[in-house]
């Protein structure tokens, strides 16, 4: 039976999310697409659940405004020029949806032009229409506050107060800012400038030298977590992060893959088995709203 799927993702990972969809769903073809909204079509019965993007479901087809109806609804225009109409934009603003629960997401894509699909809500997705974030905006030294937030949110991460968290590749210190304010103690590592905000707080120390020179001895106390935001390649951060694990016992890895080449999709693809491995029995992988070429890697051992 032919059916279509949908997934909405930021433009800048749609080159990573079509490579996926064609190595991991041969059998799907692409369908009708605009920037950051991609439907798919299968001829048989098919699962689909990617990682490179925000949200994906099961596309129900295109409609007009007036045969949309009053259902309970989230509604979404996938670019900033597109304004909701009044009467969806209230739909949307009154629907609630629980964890659980199949989403109704209308997807705006033109003047009079909707696409109905629909997901089901699960524990770490946002509830918010298009799964976009829901981290306010303010004034912090790099984007990757948002990408801990966000995933602090969507995983729901059991940060302890006054936990350690070792960082690698902390500058300007976007990430360490949000971690403090969780009541964290942050040990940075990075070779560059942080943001003199950071330098101060009294709970972040930074070791000004590149990670894979970190030994032993530059650990005074025990390391909850592991976060890495390091602007190298997959396989480069794992490797020292594996290094690490041989003298550190985290609790939590939480690290940002950088995806700059679609080759590092075998990398993604076959880590679950080798952190499980590491005894991690939780590991999670989530494109955040706020990721580019990325994704966040999440290893727990409790
Ligand atoms: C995307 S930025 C990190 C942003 C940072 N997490 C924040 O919250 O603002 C990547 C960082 O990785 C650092 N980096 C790159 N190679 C590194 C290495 N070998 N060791 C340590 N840090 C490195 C860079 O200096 C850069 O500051």
Redesign the pocket.
């Known amino acids: 039976m032919t059916q279509f799927f949908f997934a909405l993702t930021n433009v800048e990972a749609e080159p990573i999310l079509k490579q996926e969809i064609r190595l991991r769903y041969p059998e799907l073809r692409m369908s009708y697409s605009r920037p950051g909204f991609i439907t798919f079509k299968a001829d048989n019965d098919s699962t689909f659940d990617p990682l490179f993007c925000r949200v994906s479901g099961v596309c129900l087809g295109k409609f007009k405004l007036s045969e949309l109806g009053t259902e309970r609804a989230w509604a979404y225009p996938v670019h900033s020029k597109l304004e909701l109409p009044v009467s969806l934009k209230a739909l949307s603003d009154q629907s609630l949806f629980k964890k659980g629960e199949t989403v109704r997401l209308i997807v705006m894509a033109g003047a009079d032009e909707f696409w109905v699909c629909s997901y089901v809500l699960k524990s770490h997705h946002f509830q918010t229409p298009g799964e976009t974030s829901s981290i306010l905006p303010r004034e912090v ?2 984007r ?2 948002y990408k801990i937030a966000e995933a602090y949110e969507a995983f729901d991460l059991p940060f302890e107060q006054q936990e350690t968290v070792l ?10 800012l949000f971690l403090l304010e969780q009541d964290l103690k942050i040990l940075g ?4 400038d942080m943001d003199p905000a950071i330098l101060k707080r009294i709970n972040f120390k930074q070791l000004r030298k ?3 020179t970190l030994a032993p001895e530059d650990f005074r106390s025990d390391v909850d977590w592991i976060i890495s ?4 390649p997959p396989t480069v951060v794992l490797k020292e992060v594996f290094r690490l694990l041989t003298f550190l016992g985290p609790r939590g890895l939480i690290l940002t893959l950088k995806m700059n080449d679609l080759k590092h999709l075998e990398v993604v693809a076959s880590i679950r088995e080798q952190l499980r491995k590491q005894g991690f029995r939780k590991v999670e992988l989530k494109y955040l709203p706020s990721h580019k070429k990325e994704i966040c890697l999440l290893a727990l051992h409790d």
């Open positions: 030294p790099s990757a506050y960082e690698l590749g902390s500058a300007p210190g976007g990430a360490s590592v990075d070779p560059a590149p990670f894979e935001d390091i602007n190298l």
